[in-house]
T-cell receptor, first 111, second 113 residues
Framework: SQQGEEDPQALSIQEGENATMNCSYK?????LQWYRQNSGRGLVHLIL?????REKHSGRLRVTLDTSKKSSSLLITASRAADTASYFC???????????FGKGITLSVRP | NAGVTQTPKFQVLKTGQSMTLQCAQD?????MSWYRQDPGMGLRLIHY???????DQGEVPNGYNVSRSTTEDFPLRLLSAAPSQTSVYFC????????????FGPGTRLTVL
């Protein structure tokens, strides 16, 4: 079953703008992870946030987690053309479950 | 470190043929897994391994076999290729399991005619 579902499916912004991507899930989670995939390449890990954390930062990336709403947001500030990629959230729901990926968000950053 | 490597990068098979997709990692990771990625879909787990000699099925295991004779290698075998197995295949590894950061290989693009 699809756990992490990203929104929107596609996002197009101008270079320098901020990009906000959302992920919703259905049951309690152990952790939630965000990945980036450039065209024709493998996925690259961005940030892992645990269920007892509310916010994490990494460079221009900010991830928030709201367990009451079962949702997470990935914010990319001051976007660059090089941020053009697909972004996936993946959720881990517990000891006897496996990491489940969403369908991804296609981000286009126009120069 | 080379990280996670996969071979081949591209492969075309005819229906019924068999082949092995290779995956290797040099990070001494215990956990390795195989995913397939289809257009408009997320990644779906095929098989995984928590250590040498131990493998288990994921979400979509039918038509695929795996083995883990060493910590470094985790090959994926297609027994009798079908057009439905046309996909991009990714191998991933992590230190302890899928609660950890996953390190992905570059992928193998497979077409079955």
């Amino acid at each position: 079953s699809q756990q992490g579902e990203e929104d929107p499916q596609a996002l197009s912004i101008q270079e320098g703008e901020n990009a906000t991507m959302n992920c919703s899930y259905k049951t309690s989670i152990n952790n939630l992870q965000w990945y980036r995939q450039n065209s024709g390449r493998g996925l690259v890990h961005l940030i892992l946030i645990r269920s007892n954390e509310r916010e994490k930062h990494s460079g221009r990336l900010r991830v928030t987690l709201d367990t009451s709403k079962k949702s997470s947001s990935l914010l990319i500030t001051a976007s660059r053309a090089a941020d053009t990629a697909s972004y996936f959230c993946a959720v881990h729901t517990g000891a006897n479950s496996k990491l489940t990926f969403g369908k991804g968000i296609t981000l286009s950053v126009r120069p | 470190n080379a990280g996670v490597t996969q071979t081949p990068k591209f492969q075309v098979l005819k229906t019924g043929q068999s082949m092995t997709l290779q995956c290797a990692q040099d990070m001494n990771h215990e956990y390795m897994s195989w995913y397939r990625q289809d257009p408009g879909m997320g990644l779906r787990l095929i098989h995984y391994s928590v250590g040498a000699g131990i493998t288990d099925q994921g979400e979509v295991p039918n038509g695929y076999n795996v083995s883990r004779s060493t910590t470094e290698d985790f090959p994926l075998r297609l027994l009798s290729a079908a057009p439905s197995q046309t996909s991009v295949y990714f191998c991933a590894s992590s230190y302890r399991g899928d609660t950890d950061t996953q390190y992905f290989g570059p992928g193998t693009r497979l077409t079955v005619l």
